[in-house]
């Protein structure tokens, strides 16, 4: 079947897959922004991470977020291959940020996962921008 051939690869990507899906599980058991932040008009972050304090530049990218369906989690993925049980859940600092209205934010977050042998030296470094109506 197609379907399962995608868990057939490196355990790396195994890992990873799963542990996309069990993101997503939490994004959909969190409560919906609008309903949290329903003054919220734009939002969209620019993140980059950084390894052993070196910008990785190929992970830089932006994220518009769809309001109309949007969870009130905020959790980025690790990039690196080798991690396991890491992410980025920024959602606290991104909720703080709306409450306050601000129009720029921003804010670190060292990876809570491991590689191998060791912790995971990964830091997702997050800048934020928001409008807001009434
Ligand atoms: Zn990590």
Redesign the pocket.
Known sequence: MAVNRRFLGRRGQSVAAKEAVARRQREDDAPRLKDVAGHVTSLKFAIEETQDGIELAEVKHTRRIVLDHASARFEFA???AK??????DITRDVLDGLEARKAEFGGKHA?????EHAP???VLIFEAEAEYGD
């Open positions: 690790c990039t690196e991690c396991e049980g890491g992410g980025h990876c809570t996962g491991a590689t995971c030296t990964r």
